[in-house]
């Protein structure tokens, strides 16, 4: 185990040996392993968007095994699906890549203004499917967000028993906020601190843009001169927020984007201290070459081996 794992392990005092262990798995896999980033494939995107708006851009990805696949070869750290996608191929890939069980998931057959989501797998399950952990999505800024809190951290307790880390999509939505602060920095930030406080090992967001939503933010970030000039900045700051840095924080790859736009959020990711990335569509919206290749390039500036 690197030096650098073992430190990370170290902010999680309070936790068991099985959730430790399966904290150092997920570190210790892949291209990255070791090196206390993460490169993540989350294939979620079926249930949250639809079958055809996630896959017909590439059709072998109808295929949950497909994404398996995909991940083992690219040397992710982690596969992360809802319960039937795991299913699918969970005996097949068995031992060969870490995975985390989405349990609850958003369709968009109705609009909301005030999104919710159901739970559609449990801790038995991912225990059955031999998971590292479990994955939770929480909307701060919904009328529904304390709900989701207080499913979560029950959750979250019944994860650490039975030794699960515990990984949370922190997405602002809703009518507490405009679009535009959905990706704020000072509600990306808050929606940070949010799952950290509610005893996330992994935090997943969106990457913040300069945007301040709330008005009395505002008045501390300019009175404090906190810098959020330029993306890593920004990353720095969320990260912070997140127990000065001592939990993990990873960022989303959003939809589907060019190339250049995609390395070049990377680096300012790794150049402000954020753990990794989460990408789904912009890696299996692509051939499988393609997204071997773009991949290679995501993990190689992580690692330092391409600029």
Same mark, same amino acid.
């Given at each position: 185990?690197?030096?650098?794992? $073992?430190?990370?392990?170290?902010?999680?005092?309070?936790?068991?040996?099985?959730?430790? =262990?399966?904290?150092?798995?997920?570190?210790?896999?892949?291209?990255?392993?070791?090196? &206390?980033?993460?490169?993540?494939?989350?294939?979620?995107? &079926?249930?949250?968007?639809?079958?055809? $708006? /996630?896959?017909?851009?590439?059709?072998?990805?109808?295929?949950? $095994?497909?994404?398996?696949?995909?991940?083992?070869?690219?040397?992710?750290?982690?596969?992360?699906?809802?319960?039937?996608?795991?299913?699918?191929?969970?005996?097949?890939?068995? &031992?060969? +890549?870490?995975?985390?069980?989405?349990?609850?998931?958003?369709?968009?057959?109705?609009?909301?203004?005030?999104?919710?989501?159901?739970? =559609?797998?449990?801790?038995?399950?991912?225990?059955?499917?031999?998971?590292?952990?479990?994955?939770?999505? %929480?909307?701060?800024?919904?009328?529904?967000?304390?709900?989701?809190?207080?499913?979560?951290? &029950?959750?979250?307790?019944?994860? *650490?028993?039975?030794?699960?880390?515990?990984?949370?999509? /922190?997405?602002? $939505?809703?009518?507490?906020?405009? *679009?535009?602060?959905?990706?704020?920095?000072?509600?990306?930030?808050?929606?940070?601190?949010?799952? #950290?406080? @509610?005893? !996330?090992?992994?935090?997943?967001?969106?990457?913040?843009?300069?945007?301040?939503?709330?008005? !009395? #933010?505002?008045?501390?970030?300019?009175?404090?001169?906190?810098? +959020?000039?330029?993306?890593?900045?920004?990353?720095?700051?969320?990260?912070?927020?997140?127990?000065?840095?001592?939990? +993990?924080?990873?960022?989303?790859?959003? #939809?589907?984007?060019?190339?250049?736009?995609?390395?070049?959020?990377?680096?300012? %990711?790794?150049?402000?201290?954020?753990?990794?990335? %989460?990408?789904?569509?912009?890696?299996?919206?692509?051939?499988?070459?393609?997204?071997?290749?773009? @991949?290679?390039?995501?993990?190689?500036?992580?690692?330092?081996?391409?600029?």
């Amino acid at each position: 185990m690197s030096a650098r794992v $073992r430190e990370i392990l170290g902010w999680y005092g309070s936790d068991n040996p099985g959730t430790l =262990t399966n904290l150092a798995r997920l570190l210790g896999a892949g291209t990255l392993a070791g090196t &206390g980033r993460l490169v993540i494939l989350p294939v979620d995107q &079926g249930f949250e968007h639809g079958p055809a $708006r /996630s896959f017909a851009p590439n059709p072998a990805a109808y295929d949950p $095994r497909y994404h398996f696949e995909l991940a083992i070869e690219a040397g992710c750290n982690a596969y992360a699906a809802p319960l039937g996608f795991l299913e699918a191929g969970a005996r097949e890939f068995a &031992g060969r +890549i870490p995975l985390i069980l989405k349990l609850n998931n958003h369709d968009v057959l109705l609009e909301e203004r005030d999104p919710a989501q159901a739970l =559609t797998g449990s801790v038995r399950d991912a225990l059955r499917l031999g998971c590292v952990g479990i994955g939770f999505t %929480i909307y701060p800024g919904s009328e529904h967000r304390l709900v989701m809190y207080e499913r979560l951290r &029950g959750l979250a307790e019944e994860a *650490k028993q039975h030794g699960l880390v515990v990984v949370v999509w /922190s997405y602002p $939505r809703g009518s507490g906020l405009t *679009k535009e602060g959905e990706t704020a920095v000072d509600v990306t930030a808050y929606a940070a601190h949010i799952a #950290a406080q @509610l005893g !996330a090992h992994v935090i997943k967001v969106k990457l913040p843009t300069a945007h301040l939503e709330q008005a !009395a #933010a505002r008045k501390v970030y300019e009175a404090q001169g906190v810098p +959020i000039g330029t993306l890593p900045e920004r990353v720095r700051h969320v990260v912070q927020s997140a127990f000065d840095g001592r939990r +993990i924080v990873i960022f989303s790859g959003g #939809a589907a984007a060019a190339e250049a736009q995609v390395f070049e959020e990377v680096r300012a %990711i790794r150049d402000g201290g954020g753990f990794g990335s %989460i990408i789904g569509r912009n890696s299996f919206q692509r051939s499988r070459a393609d997204a071997l290749r773009f @991949l290679g390039t995501v993990m190689g500036i992580y690692a330092g081996t391409q600029k």
